[in-house]
């Protein structure tokens, strides 16, 4: 009997050390409104773990963690960029899945004053300024190139093309009309009101995707590990399609 009684204050104090501490938690800057969103329930189900997010382009994020900068979950924007994080042995790939999608949209300011209607209208004279995410590190901008490319209208659109470090840097040019139009998220239009409206869907493919995985030199795996659970819960589910993330993928990430 004593030894029952040992090993259940054993069970006891040990277990809630196993779910403790901070899950560092880096995600591509598109997903700072439903990251933000997540925390305090996720919290809730998780007592003794509090979420510490850094929001950044893809890419600028994997290279924090080259540098060694703490991270225990890795979210991107792309498959592309998770891949590069497999290539170099910074994530876990036993772990990784896709927890969301999107779409990506050409957006203009509000009251669309250069008269932008789709992708073919970009080459109009009265467009002069279109913003667009860094192609080397933001994937919302490798979307955007892929898909110009395939129309023939990348290096047309050269000289009119501004890069921005990522997609809500674009976001943020759009409001305060400095540029004609640019390539963000659906999700990205949808928090700027009144002040961006879409001029169309841009077609990518492959879809817009969000893998995540537990960082291979993670502090606190356990917790990381917690969170990738969590985002699959119906409750985490709900609050990305109230965002307007779409479901994920059937598919291998």
């Keep these: 009997m004593k030894r029952l009684v040992a090993a259940l204050l054993l069970v006891l104090v040990l277990a809630p050390a196993a779910l403790a501490g901070e899950v560092a938690v880096f995600a591509a800057a598109s997903l700072t409104n439903a990251i933000e969103a997540l925390r305090a329930p996720f919290e809730r189900s998780h007592p003794g773990l509090l979420l510490a997010p850094t929001f950044a382009a893809s890419g600028t994020l994997l290279g924090r963690m080259a540098n060694g900068q703490p991270c225990d979950v890795f979210i991107s924007a792309d498959t592309a960029t998770m891949d590069a994080a497999a ?19 050409l957006a203009v300011p509000a009251g669309n004053p250069a008269g ?27 979307y955007a190139k892929r898909t110009l490319q395939d129309k023939a209208l990348w290096f047309a659109l050269t000289a009119k093309l501004v890069y921005y470090p990522s997609v809500r840097h674009v976001l943020a040019a759009l409001s305060a009309r400095e540029i004609d139009a640019g390539f963000v998220y659906a999700t990205d239009a949808a928090i700027a009101g009144g002040s961006v409206a879409t001029a169309a869907v841009v077609p990518t493919s492959p879809p817009v995707a969000y893998p995540a ?34 479901a994920p993928e059937a598919r291998i990430p």
Excluded: C, H, M, Q
């Design 87 to 105: 290539d170099r042995r910074r994530i876990d790939p036993k772990t990784r899945r896709i927890v969301a999608g999107n779409s990506l949209v």
């Design 116 to 142: 932008v209607s789709g992708l073919d209208s970009l080459s109009r004279g009265g467009v002069r300024r279109i913003g667009v995410g860094n192609p080397e590190s933001v994937p919302a901008g490798r």
């Design 213 to 246: 995985a537990i960082a291979a030199a993670a502090a606190n795996p356990t917790g990381g590990a917690a969170f990738l659970d969590y985002l699959a819960t119906p409750e985490a589910r709900a609050i990305f399609a109230r965002l307007g993330f779409t």
